[in-house]
């Protein structure tokens, strides 16, 4: 398995890269790589490129990019919004939606959400993490938390949102059929949308509803279904290159 | 939110079940519940059932069956195969299983996968808790590890296998043409599965294979892909009514 590391940089032929101090102890003290050692590197937007170590010092080092490996692949115009919950299943979340191809991650606050601090530089280097393991070349942006009111009333109506809703039944016929162009998927929180929220929600245009199946299922693993339903019938599933 | 409770005991109306020493824990000193107070009990065989408290001793209790409240509802015929990677994980897949409606959840060790113990007993109370949790009425078996190869050597050929294959694509054309009938879900370890192992899966008559799209899941989120992509278009998730 190669390395694979995200560097915040522009990458080009030839020029070395600083590495910062964690990179370094990774590459250098972790996996004790030396000087002359290869690793995939990418940063969101310049697509993968074979590099080498080209300093290995005590305190720092840095790459030089050879040649460019695979091009740039941004995932579908595919967003979600979720609640956050406990810190382990919060990061769960984003990992599996930087895994399954969500191009921005949005927390947001509900009626019932318990309201745990999100840290979003804590999510963001999760979901780093998450592109490096995953062999994607892009990074998801993970939104600073909002009111869910607040939200729906800035909304862009020209981005549905999927609300995953227990009291709707179908979930193959909603995603299978749903109309082509920019969506976010809506997580609730584990005890449910408010009876206002719900109202909100059921009278926009823009919010479409979809069931999970018959059992209740938590707010993770909600998230990791609606995001390959979505995926496999709307998204870069269909007719996919294999990795 | 009711408690909901897993009992190993036949249910019917009327007859007093002794609790064991942790549900007891659980009921009267985490939830202070006393006698009088009604939670929700099931069995994995005779559906759900309101019960009260008949008894909360120092020592432990009893509860007694009112009415049956939800009729027993199996999943469809789908098992889970997957080979356990580190316990957060392994803990994670079983949980997820549970909710999403395997009926049966089997470790397979393989080629590559790290030989760390799996234990049973661990991973089956993770199952009854994801059933209290979900709402579910059937708690799915955990099965005995088994080597991959002897459990492809016994195999009944009338169980189809979908093996999760990075080298093949469109997930959703896959999942939707599937054939009728029982089958099982193959998670392969972090790894890959070995060249031996694909030669010999794919020589298999009862063997079909999908992708789950241009990324590289995780061995976790892969098995909740495939599940609900199953669900979704075979199992119990089709037209299925709400929770």
């Known amino acids: 398995?190669?390395?694979?590391?995200?560097?915040?940089?522009?990458?080009?032929?030839?020029?070395?890269?600083?590495?910062?101090?964690?990179?370094?102890?990774?590459?250098?003290?972790?996996?004790r790589m030396g000087q002359g050692a290869q690793i995939a590197v990418f940063n969101g937007s310049d697509g993968e490129w074979a590099a080498e170590i080209s300093d290995a010092g005590?305190?720092?080092?840095?790459?030089?990019c050879l040649s460019q490996t695979r091009p740039q692949l941004n995932p579908p115009d595919l967003w979600l919004l979720f609640a956050p919950i406990k810190k382990a299943r919060t990061d769960f979340i984003v990992e599996k939606a930087t895994e399954l191809g969500?191009?921005?991650?949005?927390?947001?606050?509900?009626?019932?959400?318990n309201s745990e601090?999100?840290?979003?530089?804590?999510?963001?280097?999760?979901?780093?993490?998450?592109?490096e393991q995953c062999g994607g070349t892009y990074v998801p942006t993970v939104a600073e938390p909002q009111k869910l009111?607040?939200?729906?009333?800035?909304?862009?109506?020209?981005?549905r949102i999927l609300?995953?809703?227990?009291?709707?039944?179908?979930?193959?016929?909603?995603?299978?059929?749903?109309?082509?162009?920019?969506?976010?998927i809506l997580i609730g929180p584990e005890g449910g949308f408010s009876d206002a929220e719900?109202?909100?929600?059921?009278?926009l245009d823009f919010v479409h509803r979809a069931s999970?199946?018959?059992?209740?299922?938590?707010?993770?693993?909600?998230?990791?279904?609606?995001?390959t339903l979505w995926q496999a019938t709307q998204g870069d599933w269909v007719g996919a290159p294999a990795p």
Chains 1, 2 share one sequence.
């Not at 969500?102 to 959400?113: C, E, F, L």
């Not at 609300?163 to 976010?184: I, M, N, R, Y």
């Open 149 to 159: 009111s607040q939200l729906l009333r800035d909304w862009d109506p020209a981005r």
């Open 58 to 64: 005590k305190r720092g080092g840095a790459v030089t």
């Open 198 to 203: 719900r109202r909100n929600l059921v009278s």
């Open 163 to 184: 609300f995953c809703d227990e009291t709707q039944t179908d979930a193959h016929t909603v995603f299978a059929s749903l109309p082509k162009g920019p969506w976010a």
């Open 212 to 227: 999970l199946g018959p059992r209740i299922l938590r707010a993770d693993t909600a998230a990791v279904a609606a995001l």
């Open 1 to 31: 398995m190669t390395i694979r590391l995200y560097l915040d940089h522009p990458l080009s032929a030839g020029q070395p890269i600083t590495l910062d101090r964690a990179q370094a102890h990774y590459l250098f003290n972790v996996m």
């Open 117 to 131: 601090r999100v840290r979003v530089d804590r999510l963001a280097a999760h979901a780093i993490e998450a592109a």
């Open 102 to 113: 969500a191009a921005r991650i949005s927390p947001v606050t509900t009626d019932y959400t």
